[in-house]
C-alpha cells in the first residue's frame, strides 16, 4: 500500500490531499499553527510510511518543514520551477486544493528523491548569513545617505583620514558634523576626544588628526548653518553606519562559532585565500555539501551551470543559468579575487587557471576584455575543489 500526502503551503493555511493506492480518500485545509498540525500528525499516524510531498514556498513551509522533522518524517520539498513543470502538463484549474490533490497524483508518475536532512546547524548559518545580506544592504544605503547630507554640513570631512569609512571615522563624523562645532574647542581637547573614541589610537596621531580637522574647517563653508536639521541629520546616519557595521561583524562571530565545530570549516579554511568570513558565509549559504550528488549539481545550485542554445544555424553564445544563489555567486566571485591575490605566496590550480586564460583575453587600451567570464569559469572550477575537499574530508594541496 501506497500512501501519499500532497500539500500546498499557504501563508496561513495548507491545503491537505490524503491518496492511498492512486485514489483520494481524504481532504482538509488547515491552520499552519499547532492545532494544525495537531490535525495532520493524526492523519500521518495512521500509517507507518506516509510519503509527503509539498512546494518550497519561501518562509511558509519552514513552519511545515520543522513540524515534519521533530515528528521523525522524511518528505519531499519540491522546487517551486520544478513542481510548476510537472504540474503543468496536468491541464486543471489551479486552486490550492487541486495543487495538493495533483502533488499527490503525481507522485505516483515521478520518482521523487527524499529532501535531505541537514543538520539545523546549517539552517541557522543559512539565516544569519541572510540576515548578513540584509544588514549589509541597510548599511549601503546608510552610507549613501551620509555622504549627501555631509555635503550639505561638513563636505570637506571625508577627507579627515585615508578613506571615508571605519569607526574613528564615523565618530569624527557623529561628533563633528559641522565646522562651526570646532569654533570653541583646541587641539588638545579635540585630541583627547578622539582619543577616547575607542578607536585606539596613539596620542600622536589623535593631535594629527584633530591639527587637520582644524585645517579642514576653517576652510570649509558649508551648505547649512549650524542650527539646521541637516546637521543632526549627518550625526543620526554617521551613528546609524556605525551601528549597521558593528552588527555585522557580531553576525559573522556568531557564525564562526557556529560553524567551526563542522568537518568542513577546516577544510575550508585550507584553500588560499579563504578567511573566516568566507568560509562561514561559504557554508551558511551552500548548507551541507554532502547532499549534492556531484560537483556539476553544485554549480546548478549557485546557478552558475551553462545554458546552450541553437536553432538551425543560429548557435547562441553559451551562457550560465543564473537560477540558483546569488548571495553565493557574489561571495564566490569575491574569493576567486581573493584566490588571485594570495596566489603569489599559496599557489593553488584555481589561480593557475584564472592567469593562464587572462592573458589570453583581447585587450582594449591596454586592459583585458572579457575577465568577468574568466572569474566565472574559475569559480566552476572552485566549486570542484571544494566539492571534492567536504565530501573527501580532505585538506587543500596544491595538486587538487
Not at 493555511?13 to 485514489?23: G, Y
Not at 510537472?86 to 503525481?106: E, I, M
Not at 548569513?129 to 570637506?156: A, C, G, W
Amino acid at each position: 500500500m501506497t500512501v501519499v500526502f500532497g500539500i500546498d503551503v499557504s501563508k496561513d493555511t495548507s491545503a491537505i490531499a490524503e491518496n492511498v493506492d492512486r485514489v483520494l480518500v481524504w481532504q482538509s485545509k488547515i491552520n499552519n499553527n499547532w492545532f494544525g498540525f495537531q490535525e495532520l500528525l493524526k492523519r500521518l499516524q495512521e500509517y507507518s510510511e506516509p510519503q509527503i510531498v509539498f512546494e518550497a514556498t519561501g518562509v511558509y513551509s519552514k513552519r511545515l518543514s520543522r513540524f515534519l522533522e521533530e515528528n521523525g518524517y522524511r518528505y519531499t520539498m519540491l522546487n517551486p520551477l520544478a513542481a510548476k513543470k510537472q504540474l503543468d502538463g496536468l491541464r486543471t484549474r489551479k486552486t490550492d486544493k487541486n495543487d495538493a490533490v495533483n502533488l499527490a497524483d503525481t507522485q505516483f508518475i515521478f520518482e521523487r528523491r527524499l529532501t535531505y536532512y541537514q543538520k539545523p546547524v546549517y539552517r541557522d548559518l543559512m539565516d544569519l548569513s541572510r540576515f548578513y545580506e540584509q544588514i549589509n544592504s541597510d548599511l549601503v544605503t546608510e552610507k549613501n545617505r551620509l555622504h549627501k547630507s555631509l555635503q550639505m554640513t561638513f563636505p570637506e570631512l571625508e577627507g579627515i583620514l585615508d578613506k571615508p569609512s571605519g569607526k574613528l571615522y564615523w565618530h569624527i563624523v557623529a561628533t563633528m558634523p559641522h565646522p562651526d562645532l570646532l569654533n570653541n574647542m583646541t587641539v588638545e581637547e579635540l585630541a583627547t576626544q578622539l582619543k577616547e573614541s575607542g578607536a585606539h589610537i596613539s596620542v600622536t596621531r589623535a593631535t594629527i588628526i584633530a591639527k587637520k580637522l582644524f585645517t579642514l574647517g576653517q576652510a570649509s563653508f558649508p551648505g547649512s548653518v549650524v542650527e539646521a536639521p541637516d546637521v543632526d541629520e549627518t550625526r543620526y546616519h554617521s551613528e546609524q553606519v556605525a551601528r549597521l557595521d558593528t552588527k555585522k561583524n557580531e553576525i559573522i562571530a556568531k557564525m564562526v562559532k557556529l560553524a567551526k565545530p563542522l568537518p568542513e570549516f577546516e577544510v575550508l579554511m585550507s584553500i588560499p585565500g579563504f578567511a573566516e568570513k568566507t568560509v562561514v558565509r561559504l557554508i551558511g549559504e551552500l548548507g551541507d555539501i554532502r547532499r549534492f550528488g556531484s560537483s556539476n549539481k553544485l554549480n546548478a545550485f549557485v546557478g552558475i551551470d551553462l545554458r546552450h542554445y541553437e536553432s538551425g544555424n543560429f548557435i547562441a553564445t553559451d551562457h550560465i543559468s543564473k537560477r540558483g544563489d546569488h548571495i553565493a555567486r557574489a561571495i564566490l566571485f569575491r574569493a576567486i579575487a581573493n584566490i588571485v591575490s594570495a596566489g603569489r605566496y599559496q599557489p593553488s590550480r584555481v589561480n593557475d587557471y584564472y592567469r593562464e586564460h587572462k592573458k589570453k583575453l583581447p585587450k582594449v587600451n591596454g586592459k583585458a576584455v572579457g575577465t568577468k567570464k574568466v572569474t566565472v569559469a574559475a569559480m566552476g572550477r572552485l566549486l570542484r575543489t571544494i566539492y571534492h575537499l567536504v565530501t573527501n574530508n580532505e585538506m587543500f594541496k596544491y595538486d587538487v
